[in-house]
């Protein structure tokens, strides 16, 4: 389970059980007026640092802001036992440009020492949990099928090393998972190479000219691949879904979960980065995290049978921590104990994953972004 979703909550025992009640309604009276399903209003724009193959901005509504940075640097590949071997059977019946073929194939899955993520956080050291988880749920989102290690491919011999620096320039108001996912998405998507001149295995020799770049992830092109991915956050107040919630929110969460998603590819024929905005993309799971709400360490709320400043009887030691287990009265907040029912989890997932859903919203959010 990830670190606890975001700082300690201010927050008195009548509060939050005002806020759990409001929540838990239908239709959900959301404390800043949003619809379940409503994503916090942001500012994004792409090519900010110069000197990098590809940044981004965004900052949300709240004030909370991040800036990605990624540089590309050409290193040679190890070598392996395979390509040592490439055409040694002589007597082989079998075409060596089929076997090299094949082979390349092969090694331009990539590996994912390829890729190097830092996470820096206000407050926070690099080996603190909270930066640490950061980084891994991004980086296992964007590694987890192989296709972006493969665009990193340029021979046998080399390929391209990334190097990602995510920083988060405000305190983390609330938890910042999504709008670092957000950021490295357009900062990806803004990523240029230059433009390979050398053929084969050749020393990589590139183009000087850098309107000549090329973008990682094309915008149009017959056999295009997907989107880099987006990781969103998604928490449940008995049964209502609730989309990137705000601090307050999570305060009174009784089920987080960081789900990231992504497009899946499709080859000649199949859809473009310029799709229609009335098509439904083709979206895919590629991981999910359970985070740990802070509604966990809030203090109970006391019921009037046990206060005596309404007239009550205090309870025991031993008769709070019972009624803690078996409390369910109406108007007192008591903070979620135990785990998540597989029935919600899996609604939450479906909830990311529907045509004309948040997710698809998002992308396309994100597809108005102009360019550099």
Partial sequence: MAPSATQQVLLSPAELSYLHTSLSLTPTIRPDGRTPSQFRPLIAETDILPG???????????????IVGIKAEVEKSRP???DQNIGGDDDDEEDEDTRRSEKEAEQKKGLNEWVEMS????GFRDDDPMPVFLAAMISEALLADGEFTRRLWINRRFHWKLYLDILLLSQPLSYPLPLLSLTTHLALLSTRLPKLKSEQDEDPLFDDDWE??????????ETTSARPPVTLLVMAVKDN??????KEELAVAEVVLAVSIGERSHGVGGVGMDIDAGKSRDLRLLAVRT??????????????????ATGGTAATTEQTSTQRETLDEEGVWQPPRG??????IAAMI?????QGGVAEDVLEGLEAVELG
Wanted: with cysteine.
């Fill in 339 to 344: 785990g998540a029912k597989r029935k919600l």
């Fill in 119 to 122: 996470v820096e956080i206000p």
């Fill in 212 to 221: 000549a770049s090329l973008f990682l992830y094309p915008r149009t092109t």
């Fill in 52 to 66: 990098t193959n590809g940044s981004a901005r965004i900052c949300f509504a709240d004030g909370t802001e991040a």
């Fill in 80 to 82: 392996s036992y395979q």
């Fill in 291 to 308: 985070i740990d709400p802070p509604s966990r360490l809030t203090p109970p709320g006391v019921p009037n049978a046990s206060n005596t």
């Fill in 241 to 246: 879904i609730i989309f990137d919630p705000c």
């Fill in 350 to 354: 479906k909830k990311v994953l529907e």
